[in-house]
């Protein structure tokens, strides 16, 4: 499957999920969105291709750190890049104790979203 510069966020809060989906697309940027880590997991591993994986920490079922081990411990996906959002402080953390580059307590900045999606993606109408 060829590169898509898109990002796939993942969040089981479904209007913060909105809100950002809608901020990602309105600055240019494709989302695939979802609100299951499961989902998310699958859709990676059936070779969804995408430039950034932004995902929330605490969610039910599969949470954010064993979504982060599982994406670590495939080699097809350890080296997608990510960006962890949470409103818990030990959440945030935790994920930066296990090394994840960008991490973010919410509400993040959109500036800061925006830039850390730059930072790996180019927007859809760009070249």
Same mark, same amino acid.
């Given at each position: *499957?060829?590169?898509?510069? !898109?990002?796939?966020?993942?969040?089981?809060?479904?209007?913060?999920?909105?809100? *950002?989906? /809608?901020? +990602?697309?309105?600055? /240019?940027?494709?989302? +695939?969105?979802?609100?299951?880590?499961?989902?998310?997991?699958? =859709?990676?591993?059936? #070779?969804?291709?995408?430039?950034?994986?932004?995902?929330?920490?605490?969610?039910?079922? *599969?949470?954010?750190?064993?979504?982060?081990? !599982?994406?670590?411990?495939? @080699?097809?996906?350890?080296?997608?890049?990510?960006?962890?959002?949470?409103?818990?402080?030990?959440?945030?953390?935790?994920? =930066? !104790?296990?090394? +994840? =580059?960008?991490?973010?307590?919410?509400?993040?900045? @959109?500036?800061?979203?925006? #830039?850390?999606?730059?930072?790996?993606?180019? @927007?859809?109408?760009? !070249?």
């Amino acid at each position: *499957m060829p590169h898509r510069h !898109a990002v796939l966020l993942v969040d089981d809060h479904l209007d913060g999920l909105a809100a *950002m989906e /809608g901020l +990602i697309e309105a600055h /240019g940027f494709d989302v +695939i969105a979802t609100c299951t880590a499961e989902d998310a997991l699958t =859709r990676l591993r059936g #070779g969804l291709s995408c430039c950034l994986v932004i995902f929330d920490w605490k969610m039910p079922g *599969m949470d954010g750190e064993q979504f982060y081990r !599982a994406l670590s411990a495939d @080699p097809r996906l350890c080296k997608r890049p990510l960006l962890v959002v949470s409103g818990d402080v030990r959440a945030v953390n935790r994920a =930066r !104790a296990l090394g +994840i =580059r960008h991490v973010e307590l919410k509400p993040i900045e @959109p500036s800061t979203l925006l #830039g850390i999606i730059g930072d790996h993606c180019t @927007p859809s109408g760009a !070249a």
